[in-house]
């Protein structure tokens, strides 16, 4: 199958998904990460204030790592951290990107992202970015330079704890128990957001260079986020400590329990 994942920034995917597409990855499935963002504001040093082209290029250099340790290729969309806007410009980028993953005119299986709700508004729009490029889709007149899918995807949601707008439902709850290391792994590869940025941002002290220490901070990381997602979930008392959720999205193909099980890993 084909499994495409949207995020605005270039760690959103690995944080959000890592152990469900490391599943993918090792089913067979052909995995592609996506960020609308270069991430080119994530970070606090005076180096990078001057020139922010030079922290760009750490973060792609750090998502091509991550991804490859999730079993997934790579694109970003080149937009300013900051600037996400629903917009035509990005609109036609995301038909473009959804439309040519996949055989033509088929596209990708699955399309993951977080919800359109959310403390970011980078996250905020690009979700509602690629739902407004959903139906557009299957329009043979838009954007005619690319061939329009003869079927739409499934669209689903990762989890969240976000209840403004309505709770998070879980319609798929993927155990990830037995790969959290992995993740992990993936997700250190961001090393200039999990070991330096995000602690700055946090107000929390810098962690310390050792790798076994700083792995160890990832892995604590992981952990609870497993265990967030597993309690959102409403499984938490049935065996399953560890997981990544989502809900399938009312915009794109509504697949039944049967395709549900034939579309998710196990």
């Not at 792609?60 to 996400?84: H, Q, T």
């Not at 996250?123 to 329009?139: C, E, F, I, K, N």
């Not at 290391?181 to 330096?196: D, Y």
């Not at 929390?204 to 952990?223: C, G, I, T």
């Amino acid at each position: 199958m084909h499994i495409l994942v949207i995020g605005a920034h270039p760690d959103d995917p690995e944080v959000a998904v890592g152990g469900t597409t490391i599943k993918f990855s090792d089913r067979g499935d052909r995995v592609k990460f996506v960020t609308v963002t270069t991430g080119n504001k994530g970070h606090f040093s005076d180096e990078y204030k001057a020139d922010s082209s030079k922290l760009v290029e750490r973060r792609m250099a750090e998502a091509r790592a991550g991804a490859k340790a999730s079993g997934a290729e790579f694109e970003c969309l080149g937009v300013p951290d900051g600037e996400v806007f629903v917009n035509q410009e990005l609109t036609e980028k995301l038909v473009e990107v959804i439309r040519t993953f996949g055989p033509e005119g088929e596209g990708p299986d699955l399309v993951l992202i977080n919800r359109p709700c959310d403390y970011h508004r980078d996250h905020r729009y690009t979700s509602q970015s690629v739902l407004d490029a959903s139906y557009m889709l299957t329009v043979p007149l838009y954007c005619p330079r690319i061939p329009h899918l003869m079927k739409m995807p499934v669209f689903a949601y990762w989890a969240d704890r976000f209840t403004e707008s309505g709770p998070f439902k879980a319609d798929v709850v993927i155990d990830i128990g037995g790969l959290l290391e992995r993740k992990a792994e993936a997700i250190a590869a961001h090393e200039s957001q999990f070991f330096e940025w995000l602690p700055y941002n946090n107000r929390s002290p810098q962690l310390p260079p050792d790798p076994s220490q700083r792995m160890e901070a990832v892995m604590k990381y992981v952990q609870q986020r497993g265990r967030n997602d597993a309690a959102v979930s409403g499984k938490k008392g049935e065996g399953i400590e560890f997981a990544e959720a989502f809900q399938i999205s009312e915009y794109g193909e509504q697949p039944n329990a049967e395709e549900l099980a034939t579309l998710f890993p196990e």
